[in-house]
């Protein structure tokens, strides 16, 4: 999220695409409606469902599945071919622009109109409604992520709001919501399989300053691994550990994965989640750490499974990050219940049966505080050094002084920060960087340029163009003394650059002179190292339009994508939606979270939504002889099927069947209540949807992809 | 003496049932008993509205005329409350309330009838305030902590709001006229041609 959720309140329109913030952010929703009804921002809802923020928009469009890409880059030739573009701020802080333009003249509102269902006439018209009504916050979530060209779908987003020059302004940028409480720390934090903390990646420098921070010697880290080039790897993600067992596809590892931990993780989000049942079952050892038992738990027919009673939130402390990148501290409201332990004790208990507790708590006497202070010493990357333990407590005591509208602290001990010290906060007296990108303000004050990342220049292979990637001269932050364009800090102190110079040496001179740690470039459309170099649409893997396969079809099989085969142009059948007819969506309700764990435990919760069901427009229902609350069998491509009741509303069109992913603890028509321990039997069960959701993995991040598959329907 | 209301802003609402929430949790009501709850009309189509509902708290109020053994009285404040200890469950209420407030204990068949439970504004009951008795039978007292009802306090996006009739009509009053200017105004998108 490059603004706030507070900034939100600034913009002067909104549009949301694949986001649906009244079930998953309702907090967020206060924001928006300001925005709505102070600014009167036009609230553009691009979804293909007509949801609960459709019911709150100026303006809703619904899209097909699978092509959002299509509709950006049709909006970012709509606003070109009309010369609504921001053509000095696209001058002085963006790279590779002619070359997007000459990809994005394909989309013209009627190409738009055949991909997307969005008739020619709306394209030009919310393109209009943008550029008359800027900034534009734009949102995103995951139905804006979760698809096999997911990363261009993202970048496509990215691009519009430059082509706008809505970035690094008040009431502009990219706010992509979060979707649970810490996620953006625990993404910062990179509980990932290709990165260490804070997004240094698994390069040999990555691990040597890593090992610099924790005080433990690099050859001991290697000497953990079977031998060094494992150190540089990308693991399993959890969106195909489960080949990393089976071992359907070819698997880059000398061995399958035999044991698994699940440490707070709702099993049952995975797709083609009926898979993972095999995978549980062939498990030497499965160790579920949750508060309450998970699918997980109750999955495997072996006795492989332990389940280790972790606290919740209200049982422990420490810091956290919320999706505006502001870190806050989270006090205990009580001693753990039960036999339950916090995570920071059963790390510790597994440590020390590791036998490596010694170097892990070199640096952590104090817990949590000394984990705070150790992760944010490293984390020079993303400035987390400046928000200390006694800093973000001091913000959390004194938050009334905090104003609502700049998230500045007027007076009183915290005068001049930003709540929560957004990130990059560089130093200790930095007051964080509420808006990331924004030249008006001095970077001491919480300014930033865009980061130099990708080189000083760069000779397009489209057109043969050479560009400088750093900033056109006049583009700085006040009292820079560099006037324009400059590459990252290194060798201030010798050896060392801005991400791993620890003493923060170099990050104090940068500031003092008025500059960004990170240099001062332009914002790139054109990514050199993706397969797509600038977005373009691909059909969705499983797609109901074989003619459209044809024109926009996948990317070849990718081998050893995060160790294993994944499957791109082998996999898409363009007579595959002959037997499975409907495009399948998924997402999220209110009243539950994740897999659900948790919320179907919970009494309140659980009689609000007590029972799964899968969204059927009427007129489907009518055509295939289904009635209002009978129950249905849905079955995906692979193999997957689950028996739900049907919900017969206008909110989906007469194409698509919405599940949503929150139930479990059913299994392909079977209960699995018997296998819970007794007494932590949820009170509501339920087919996971995901039990249905289709093969497909993102080209770079293999996220998976859940929102535009096929299925297919009938009586039960 | 300033009069208690509740007004649901349905430009506000986003049906996410926080409000449900808050007051099932605060106040231990039974599973099955709803004081409050959020009614969505034309749900999935366009004009799509929800609005939580719960008892209004009537200036003249139609369960108070109709109670046969004159369990339901009126604060000065206005809040509308029942004495369970007097209430006989006959259900008269239920059916001279317009907005389906009052609920019973669930049953057998026929909805065995129990002591009338519904909204107190979270202002606790005829016992003394503070007390176990008062707490088991009607839930928190807020207003005598001089602290909202739960339901509005915990409403994410200020949809529903509640206290002195006048405040709150002068919160609503403001962004009503917010909401009649610029793009919202009735009739812009006719006059300067943007649907």
Known sequence: MTNSLNDIRHAKSMIFIGSNAPEAHPVAMQHVLHAKEKNNAPLIVVDPRRTKLAAKATDYIRIRPGTDAAFMMGLINAVITNGWEDKEFIRTRVAGYQEMAAVAVHYTPEVVEDITGIPAAEVTRIARILAENRPTSLTWCMGGTQHHIGSSITRSFCILQLVLGNMGVSGGGTNIFRGHDNVQGATDMCVLSDNLPAYYGLSDGAWKHWCRVWDVDYEYIKGRFPSKDWMNKKGFTLARWYEGVLQEEKIHQDTPIKAMIQWGCGSNSNSQYFKLKKAYDMLDLLVIVDPFPSMAAVMSDKDNAYILPATSQYETSGSVTSTSRQIQWRNKV????????????????????????????????????????ELGRGSLTIGYNGPTPERIKKHMENWHTFDIETLRANGGPCDGDYYGMPWPCWTDEHPGTPILYDISKSVAEGGLPFRNRFGNERTYESSGRTEDQLAAPGVFNPGSEVEGGYPEFKDVVPGTNWKTDLSQETLKVAIKRGMAPFGNARARCVVWDFPDKVPIHREPLHSPRPDLVEKYPTYKDKENHFRVDTRYESEQNPELYKKFPYVLTTGRMVEHMGGGAETRSNKYLAELQPEMYAEINPRLANNLGIRADEMIWIESPEGGKIKVKAFLTERVDDKTIFLPYHFGGMFMGESLLDKYPKGHEP????????ICTNYGYDIITQIQATKDGLCNISRA | ?????????????????????????????????????????????????????SCMHCADAPCIAVCPVDAIYQREDGVVLVSKKTCIGCGYCFMAC?????????????????????????????????SQEEKKLYGQNRIAEGKPPLCAAMCATKALLAGDADVVADVYRERVFARGSGVNAWGWDKAYNKK
């Not at chain 1, 009170?683 to 995901?690: H, S």
């Open chain 1, 334 to 373: 009580v001693d753990p219940i039960y036999d339950s332990k916090d995570d920071y004790t059963i790390m510790a208990e597994l440590v020390k049966r590791f036998g490596f507790a010694d170097e892990f708590y070199k640096n952590i006497k104090e817990i949590p505080e000394d984990i705070t202070r």
């Open chain 1, 683 to 690: 009170y509501v069960i339920g087919e996971p949807g995901n």
């Open chain 2, 1 to 53: 003496m300033a009069r208690m209301k509740f007004l649901c802003d349905v430009e506000r609402c986003i049906d996410c049932s926080g409000c449900v929430v808050a007051c099932k949790e605060g106040n231990q009501i039974p599973v099955g008993v709803n004081r409050r709850r959020v009614i969505t009309l034309n749900q999935g189509q366009a004009g799509e509205k929800s609005i939580s509902v």
């Open chain 2, 98 to 130: 317009p907005f389906g407030a009052p609920q019973f204990p669930k049953g057998a068949a026929f909805g065995a009838r129990g002591a009338m439970d519904k909204c107190t504004f979270c202002a606790g009951g005829p016992e003394e305030t503070f």
